[in-house]
């Protein structure tokens, strides 16, 4: 079915080209297969796109300082697409009706950029991309088989992932010093991969929701650092999790499905700190930190017919593992 591009007669202008500043662009539809673009360029902006029905598609487009985009849609199999380039700009995308198969892209490029997605019910894709420093990337997930992926390179960005549901996936990549990454989900059979690459970065995962005692079966929780001062914390309640920590090294794999460990030699790895924290039975922690020294590994896990595993290489490591329950299995490596 062709598509319809849905703009009032009255704003056919700001709904397709606005420049200058303090320009307000609303373009409203209702039905299916519906397209609606906006492009604004210049200060104080702001774009609305409102959707309600399936299989629409909504584009905004902004170059400059302090403007606003927003796209909201209702229904099932729908796009949003918001692409901003300059300071201090925010997008939101709202997809909050029950229904699934919706899609939401959103890219920054400058400095204090802020970012909001916002996803209901099942197999949603929530993409987020940030060039730049002091941005901030939210991605609120409800429902299950909904992924979530979040890319920032600069410095002093900050990136968080709320996931509510089953079978979610939520991945985060960071390149540069001094940023943030959380991931918290809440629910069974999840994945949480983070990624950072420079120093004094800071990822945090948690899965189970600890002041409640909900408890989270099957979960999976990664990490990867690479660089000097970084801090990787690993929170887990419930049973059969798993948690990895990998700082200077990570994994590659061959042509059979094996895997093997290598590392970045033009990446200095050292002073890095990890923790696993983990409450519940048949759970397991992997550590692995390769370095020039100076890294902390810590695992602490309560209950029973739990598994933690420890390596070291390199010099001036500390490693600490606590078990409290019966039928534990620890097991340390430390390697110059």
């Given at each position: 079915?062709k598509?319809?591009?849905?703009l009032?007669?009255?704003l ?18 209702t ?23 399936t ?11 302090s403007?606003?985009?927003?796209i909201?849609q209702a229904?099932?199999?729908n ?11 925010h ?10 198969g ?5 890219y920054?490029n400058?400095?204090?950029n ?15 991309g ?19 992926s979040q890319?920032?390179?600069g ?5 968080r ?12 990549s ?7 990454a ?8 999840n ?12 990822a ?9 005692l ?16 970084n ?11 798993y ?29 890095n ?45 500390n490693?600490?593992?606590?078990q409290?329950?019966?039928?534990n299995?620890a ?6």
């Amino acid at each position: 079915m062709k598509k319809n591009l849905i703009l009032s007669a009255a704003l056919v202008v700001s709904a397709g080209l606005a420049l200058g500043q303090g320009n307000v662009s609303n373009v409203t539809s209702t039905g299916a297969d519906h397209d609606a673009y906006v492009t604004q360029t210049g200060l104080t902006n702001q774009a609305d796109i409102i959707q309600s029905g399936t299989s629409n598609y909504g584009y905004q487009y902004q170059n400059g300082t302090s403007n606003e985009a927003l796209i909201e849609q209702a229904g099932a199999d729908n796009g949003a697409y918001q692409n901003q380039w300059g300071t201090t700009n925010h997008a939101r995308v709202n997809q909050l009706s029950a229904a699934s198969g919706n899609n939401a892209s959103q890219y920054q490029n400058g400095t204090s950029n802020s970012a909001y997605a916002v996803h209901y019910v099942t197999n949603n894709v929530s993409g987020q991309g940030q060039f730049g420093n002091e941005n901030v990337a939210y991605a609120d997930l409800w429902g299950n088989l909904n992924y979530s992926s979040q890319g920032q390179s600069g410095n002093s960005n900050n990136v968080r992932s709320f996931v509510t549901g089953d079978e979610n996936r939520a991945s985060q990549s960071q390149m540069g010093n001094d940023n943030d990454a959380n991931v918290e989900q809440t629910g069974d059979h999840n994945l949480s991969v983070q990624y950072q690459e420079g120093s004094l970065n800071e990822a945090v995962a948690q899965q189970g929701v600890f002041t409640s005692l909900t408890e989270a079966f099957s979960n999976e929780a990664q990490q990867y650092q690479f660089g000097t001062s970084n801090s990787a914390t690993i929170n887990q309640l419930g049973e059969s999790n798993y948690g990895e920590q990998l700082q200077g090294i990570n994994r590659a794999y061959n042509d059979t499905g094996d895997y093997f460990w290598y590392e970045y030699d033009d990446t200095p790895t050292a002073d890095n700190v990890a923790l696993i924290n983990q409450d519940g039975i048949d759970n397991e922690a992997l550590q692995a930190q390769h370095g020039e020294g100076g890294n902390v590994a810590t695992t602490n896990q309560t209950g029973s017919l739990n598994e933690a595993s420890t390596e070291q290489f390199g010099s001036l490591h500390n490693s600490t593992i606590t078990q409290t329950g019966t039928g534990n299995f620890a097991h340390v490596v430390q390697n110059n």
